[in-house]
């Protein structure tokens, strides 16, 4: 078992820097596609709330989404262990940081046992992992894949990542599905 928490924690902690730097070149693909043809989407005398961390715009005002709560699955035994203890080391409340217990929360809702199992050793927690866990381990790679699939299914990456040929076409089924027509004015010079 020890070889293959090894390799699965090598290729997760791989994933996660993955991750951290797609979304950050995802950003900057989201921002300059905003300033090229944002104005297409945005509706005359429409309101719009803007997140400032995300730069996420929404008709809605933040808070009025639909307020049904998900049914919660209940959580393998092993998290649930895992949880408590890293709990007890980073409440706040029993003296632990704000963004430590966070992070541990945020792995826990998301059934991440190897984000939970690094913050255990960063508190020198020893948790046993055994043969049946594996599929948990597992999860919580495939959850960071699907983040980076996320990242790299935008519209805005399939433009800033695709050649002239692709743009073209990011474009032509942009005006297709929203029902627009991009004024060539507007098109990037690379594009003329």
């Known amino acids: ?50 997140n400032e961390e995300t730069g996420e715009l929404r008709k809605d005002e933040p808070g009025d989404e639909d307020q049904e709560t998900p049914t919660k699955s209940p959580k393998p035994k092993k998290l649930k262990e895992l949880y408590k203890q890293l709990s007890k080391h980073t409440h706040p409340d029993k003296g632990g940081e704000e963004d430590d217990f966070n992070l541990v929360k945020e ?27 594996e599929d948990l381990l597992l999860k919580s790679v495939t959850s960071i894949e699907k983040q980076i699939q996320g990242v790299q299914s935008t519209l805005s990456w399939a ?34």
């Open 1 to 50: 078992m020890s070889r293959f928490l090894k390799k699965v924690t090598h290729k997760y902690e791989f994933l996660k820097l993955e991750l951290e730097e797609l979304r950050e070149l995802g950003d900057e693909y989201q921002s300059k596609w905003g300033k090229l043809f944002g104005k297409y989407f945005v509706e005359k005398e429409s309101e719009f709330w803007v």
């Open 107 to 133: 792995s826990y809702d998301n059934e991440d046992l190897l984000g939970l199992l690094s913050l255990a050793g960063q508190f020198n927690i020893d948790f046993e992992i055994e043969e049946e866990d």
């Open 159 to 192: 433009y800033f990542t695709g050649d002239k040929g692709k743009k073209k076409a990011v474009l032509a089924m942009m005006e297709q599905q929203f029902n627009i027509i991009i004024n060539p004015e507007d098109y990037p010079e690379e594009l003329l």
